[in-house]
């Protein structure tokens, strides 16, 4: 896990219980929301690209996220981010994220705590 994630998860010196609720999976620029998400519920995105033609993507924090991760690898085209956010309880549909304009497919990940 990387320490970004294991220092969201400690509050006050006492580590925190998570409960996994869901996920979505999504390929492109756009996450689904996962259902039945309230307020103050812990969303974990993570994005990863294997290959874009020219260059690493583009990297773009979801609104509302904090990102907490985002490393590019130049040489393989590649960029892998991670972003977090409390729920207010009114997230629904589509939040946008990484984009790539070449060949490079996203892979996309909404953990619903």
Known sequence: MPAAIQQMMIAGGA?????????????????TY?????AGDLLVAIESTSRGSTASPVAVTPSGFTNVFNQADA??????MVSYKIATGSETGLVNGMT??????????MFHF
């Open 15 to 31: 580590a925190l219980a998570l409960t996994f609720l869901s996920q979505t999976t999504d390929i492109g620029t756009g996450f």
């Open 34 to 38: 996962p259902a039945s998400i309230q």
């Open 75 to 80: 040489a393989a085209f590649a960029r892998h």
């Open 100 to 109: 790539d304009s070449g060949t490079g497919t996203i892979s996309k990940q």
